[in-house]
């Protein structure tokens, strides 16, 4: 009797998460779709008269980054905008000597004219957000405009920015980030990969379908009344940036995107830095969505709005399901070693066809429409597939995190300042990656599965459990590795 129980629900446990997992993977095809419609559609803003334009409050949000942030100060010091309309706040909560570097950075940029101030908090409450409020209710500027430590914007980025204001429903304008060591590594070059189909294809299809995108907490400018009317800066999650985006969205602002409009920036360099950085932005979506989505799905958004609300803020779930889906394979192998077995077989060819093709589709398209040809786009896709999958435990993880209630520390990423005038300061006490005894035992895991799948016929499991066993072992081995440079207390 239990045996007749057990069956048919591992049976459809397993083919409810591969359901699932597809629905999130073939999502790709509708975002293709909808950019596909969109890309030859550029939308020109209005001109502003020369006379006409808006004063401009740049923040520099800080916390110990002393290897960078002078190229940052150095770099918004230069921008080309009318001086008596721009003002550049340094928001340091730094325990280190970044707040001297950042106070002198400042004071040489001032004596040339430059109105710009460094903002220091004794204690750095709610963290990031707590800058920027802080900043805010000091700022003189109506559009206020954000750039993290490690980037680089490029003297015109208000010029070309600004002008989308024009329209006075625009809340939020988000530019597309660069990369400044994209081809440091395979690690590096798979981010790009996944960062240029998101600003290239995700940002400019959902603006096209008219549903909510999110400002990326850098490289992009805000109405400050729109930030106002939203609510402000909130720190009860770790994503402050989509949390805001949602609300402003839902109190009737409308975002711009401009892929054209590109701030350089750095990339994690080392795994350890990166898998701090997913975790964040996948505990805090799944936060936001905790948060936000009920107000969604009451509100009188139109059903595609609120249909792609689901996808956006939960398409981490995807990641649990991933590893879940590995984790079931080994009971549904044992529950139908027979004629049966064909229920495992239709999964994993769905997974493959329904789910890994749409996948490699969208990247494929990032790439192409970021500029890059030939084997470097199979390269890139290949990498974040693994890359991916081997991200799995790691921001399963922060899934779970993120349905409790407690909004968790900010921690943020690690910035090595690579080229820039303090590089070779003394780094920070380097953090080792967590997790990675875990994704090895796991790799061996889906090594064995994949040895009992041979053995039983089901050759067809191969491909799935290969991807996600090498995605594994590729983090779990870069995770004992001890940063070259870290840069983080």
Not at 262 to 290: C, M, N, Y
Request: with cysteine; hydrophobic share 50%; glycine share 8%.
């Amino acid at each position: 009797m239990t045996a007749l129980l057990v069956r048919p629900l591992v049976a459809g446990l397993f083919v409810l998460v591969q359901t699932l997992l597809l629905a999130y993977s073939a999502h790709r095809w509708l975002t293709l779709w909808r950019w596909s419609r969109r890309r030859d559609a550029a939308i020109a803003p209005a001109p502003i008269d020369p006379g006409a334009w808006p004063s401009v409050t740049v923040q520099l949000p800080l916390y110990n980054e002393r290897r960078v942030v002078e190229r940052l100060i150095d770099a918004v010091a230069a921008l080309e905008y009318p001086a008596d309309r721009l003002e550049i706040q340094v928001l340091d909560d730094s325990t280190d000597e970044t707040l001297v570097l950042a106070r002198a950075a400042a004071a040489r940029h001032r004596a040339r004219g430059i109105a710009i101030d460094v903002l220091h908090r004794e204690r750095r409450e709610r963290f990031k957000a707590g800058a920027l409020a802080a900043g805010l209710a000091r700022a003189r500027g109506s559009l206020i405009a954000i750039f993290d430590a490690d980037f680089v914007p490029g003297p015109d980025f208000l010029r070309r920015v600004v002008p989308s204001f024009a329209s006075p429903e625009v809340g939020m304008v988000q530019a597309r980030w660069g990369h400044l060591n994209r081809d440091a590594s395979l690690l590096t070059s798979a981010q790009a990969a996944m960062l240029d189909a998101h600003f290239l294809l995700e940002h400019e299809a959902r603006m096209a379908a008219g549903v909510f995108f999110n400002f990326n907490g850098t490289a992009g400018v805000w109405r400050r009344t729109c930030i106002e009317s939203a609510g402000g800066w909130s720190h009860d999650t770790l994503t402050e940036d989509l949390d805001l985006s949602y609300r402003a969205q839902l109190a009737g602002w409308r975002f711009v995107s401009l892929p054209g409009v590109v701030a350089a920036a750095e990339l994690p360099a080392d795994i350890a830095a990166f898998k701090s950085q997913q975790h964040r932005w996948a505990k805090g979506s799944i936060q936001t969505a905790r948060k936000l989505l009920p107000a969604v799905l009451r509100s009188a958004q139109p059903a595609r709005v609120k249909i792609e609300a689901c996808f956006h803020l939960t398409n981490n779930v995807a990641y649990p399901l991933l590893l879940l889906s590995g984790l079931l394979l080994l009971p549904v192998l044992l529950a139908f070693p027979d004629a049966a077995h064909r229920l495992a077989v239709a999964a994993d060819v769905g997974v493959i066809l329904a789910g890994v093709v749409p996948v490699c589709a969208f990247l494929a398209t990032g790439r192409l429409a970021a500029g890059a040809r030939g084997w470097s786009v199979a390269r890139d896709v290949i990498s974040v597939l693994i890359l991916g999958a081997g991200l799995s435990f790691t921001n399963t993880r922060a899934v779970l995190e993120g349905l409790g209630r407690q909004p968790g520390e900010w921690i943020r990423t690690p910035k090595t300042g690579e080229g820039g005038p303090r590089a070779r300061l003394e780094p920070y006490a380097p953090r080792r990656a967590r997790g990675g005894g875990l994704e090895l035992l796991l790799a061996l895991c889906a090594a064995g599965l994949s040895g009992l799948a041979w053995s039983m016929g089901q050759a067809r499991s191969l491909p799935f459990l290969i991807i996600l066993g090498l995605g594994l072992a590729y983090v779990g081995v870069l995770s004992f590795r001890r940063p070259a440079r870290a840069d983080q207390r």
